[in-house]
């Protein structure tokens, strides 16, 4: 059976998964708290309608919202770009639309990660044409060796390697999202039968 321990420390899932810490909760909060204090600086005196991707983006949202001083308000919206694996089919879909009309308000587009960009540069393009007042991006983190699409996020968390992560949000085929920190998956070799 799985054994997940969302401590600081990582966790073993079965024999052949574990999750090595990336970044530690302590240091995601602090990131967010600056994020929050950026965004509201530049937008001072604006109400600020936070778009969600689900599911990835949503510990990240709800964390920044609450670290946003004045008006804020946030929807979301559900696209599918990954099947079960750890690799992009380029494909992005639509499969679940915004509550309400973004037309005149100040929206930032709350992601989990940008990868190769295929999934931004098609909600960026869909948000567009909707006419927002402004349109920003908050990503938590950043994979520029990934990227497809010329995109980019206006606050990034942190920029991390080319690896496949998990955790605060982020999932390998739905497991893991839970997870308070961001790790890194890995597979661990298959030991060697060793005759004593
Ligand atoms: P992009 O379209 O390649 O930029 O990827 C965006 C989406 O792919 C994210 O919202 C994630 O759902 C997923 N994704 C990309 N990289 C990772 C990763 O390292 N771990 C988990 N999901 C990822
Ligand atoms: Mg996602």
Not at 1 to 21: F, I, L
Not at 24 to 34: C, E, L, M
Not at 150 to 158: C, I, L, M, P, S
Request: positive net charge; hydrophobic residues 40%.
């Amino acid at each position: 059976m799985a054994r997940a321990t969302p401590s600081g420390r990582g966790a073993s899932y079965g024999q052949n998964e574990r999750v090595r810490v990336l970044i530690t909760r302590g240091r995601i909060q602090r990131r967010i708290q600056a994020l929050a204090k950026e965004i509201r600086r530049d937008f001072p005196h604006e109400p600020l309608h936070l778009v969600s991707v689900l599911k990835g983006g949503v510990f990240f949202l709800t964390d920044l919202a609450r670290n946003l001083a004045g008006k804020v308000s946030f929807d979301f919206i559900a696209v599918s770009s990954y099947g079960q694996d750890t690799h992009s089919s380029g494909q992005v879909r639509l499969t679940r639309d915004l509550d309400s009309s973004i037309e005149g308000r100040t929206v930032i587009v709350v992601e989990d990660i940008l990868d190769t960009g295929m999934t931004l540069q098609y909600l960026l393009r869909l948000f567009q044409h909707r006419k927002p007042k402004h349109l920003r991006v908050a990503v938590l983190l950043d994979k520029p060796a990934g990227r497809i699409a010329a995109v980019r996020a206006d606050y990034v968390g942190f920029t991390i390697p080319n690896e496949f992560a998990v955790g605060y949000g982020l999932d390998y085929s739905e497991r893991y999202r839970n997870l308070p920190y961001v790790g890194v998956l890995t597979r661990a070799a298959k030991k060697k039968n060793r005759e004593k």
